[in-house]
């Protein structure tokens, strides 16, 4: 539009018909460039992605704090400080538990509820899909529901449900979120009941690449089921349970939203995992330059994953 | 003949026993999955006097409404369930309208570097937006977005530009590039074969890409959480939170917001099924 007013009201001998062939002419040139059709895109991304990166490690060694406007850089004292304080290792120790428990669980339910779809579907066994579907349903829910409704069977006196059914059982009553130990572990489960579907439908598309001459042969040279399974579907599902391990490994570590609702952290600090340990320090404590510097911590932790995820990614699929 | 029969009978004792045991997992499966919501649902429709009665009854006695009314009534859900609408559809109409024309792009232009911007951005999808929460928080405050719905749509399609572009990008590439190249022989310049020829096959992408971000936006907390102030603007899941500090020993109304919470998305799911599975598989093995 605009190079139509720019040539034309100048210029009476060019025609009409000319000047929008050349105002089309110059808009397909720049339709034939990738740049304006990808900015607006890469726009967005340096500005939401990529400036926020950048600025929280410039954060990270200054003494920003959300109680004052000016603020010195201290340099890299600051990670010293960081990592000496108390609360540090206490908390690196219950994300490690955090982390390592609930991804074995995803990736071992997963790979359990995707082998028996598999088999339920080749063999048209009844409810292959309302098993997907309700595995499936748990992954939709918002993780701070998740936190809430794990919360209402939690209620730890005889009327909450998880205790009821143990004292039917012939159990005791379990302290589930107000004993340290129980509530890191009820952390780890409603993670894992929120990200098993993940895997799940990930390996069963793993499962799903696996030729089945190869089951053929192997039953052929008399490999037993078990044989089977260590020798043809462990080394054809390698590929996507590594990129899972990855994946969900990743999710895990920033969790902050499911237990945010179902413990707050607590009781004291037991279940309080990186990401919350970096919001707080933020947000609750206001010290803005160290919860940079944690949340710098964190990043390494998911740019080495990546980096790991996208060598596999770039070697396997060769993008 | 020996041997036949043999292998007969190990096929089927085989054949039984993977089934009995298939049926196990599916069994156990459906319990572990569904009992935590169908939990919730039952706590909110119980009279109020079994909600801590001993023993438990796990089917109410009678099913009663009153609490939904309640909360309904005297709180501010279904305000939080409307903002929560609204921001996660204009997330959506945002992240098409920026993410479109660049997917067509990273799939159908070979220039170089793309590799490398492609790469870029699948690293900027695998960095959790929690790492960048406090940043982004003095980035809105600068722009005195904080407080603000649009400020909260802005940083959500941020936020899921990378995600979305490497989804849109991996359907556009399923489509045949003879396809558009007939139409540019006939004479369409890119956006004309963008519009009249990709867009109608790419719909399904299209479909993955908003249904990922409508749950995205619905479901997030971090960043509605730093942003959001006022209990009025909240969304559903900020809401909901709010409210389980509210009226924490009220089960039943606490099981009855979850239940509003998560409802919408269910329904969603189990009526778009299909394109769930897909856009799992899709967007986590190719990025």
Known sequence: MSTETDTGT??????????????LGRFVWLQENPIPWVFPAIAVLLAFRLYPLVEVVRMSFTDMSLLSDSYSYVGIEQYLDVLSAPGFWTMARVTLIFVAISVIGQIVLGLILAMAIDYGVKKHIRGSVSTRIAVLSAWVIPGIVIGIIWQLMMIEAPYGVLNFFLTQLGFDVVAWLSDPQMALLSVITANTWRGTAFSMIMLYAGLQQVPQQLYAAAKIDGASAIQRFRHVTIPQIKPVVFINLVLITIYTLNTFDMIISLTGGGPGRATQVLALFMYFKGFQSFNLGEAAAIAVLMLLVNVVMTFVYMRFLIEEEGI | MATQSRSGRSRFEDFDRYTAATYAVYLLGLAFFIFPVLWAISMSVRPRQEVISVPLRVIP????????????????????????????????????????????????????????????????????????????????????????????????????????VWLLKSYFDTIPEDLDKAARIDGCNRLQTLWHVLLPSVMPGIAVVSIFNFVFSWAEFVMAFTVLNDSKLFTIAMGVYSFQGQYSTDYRAIAAASVIAMIPLLVMFLALQRYFVSGLTDGAVKG
């Open chain 1, 10 to 23: 100048k210029d009476p001998s060019v025609t009409g018909t000319e000047r929008l062939r050349s105002a």
């Open chain 2, 61 to 164: 006695s009678e099913f009663t409404f009153e609490v939904y009314r309640n909360v309904l009534e005297n709180s501010d859900i279904l305000r939080w369930v409307w903002n929560s609408l609204k921001i996660a559809l204009l997330e959506v109409a945002g992240i098409l309208f920026l993410v479109t024309p660049a997917a067509y792009a990273f799939s159908r232009f070979r220039f170089k570097g793309k590799r490398a911007v492609l790469l870029a951005i699948l690293l900027f999808q695998m960095i959790s937006p929690v790492v960048i929460v406090i940043p982004l928080y003095n980035m809105m405050a600068q722009f005195g977005l904080l407080n603000t719905h649009i400020g909260l749509i802005a940083l959500y399609i941020g936020l899921q530009v990378p995600f979305s």
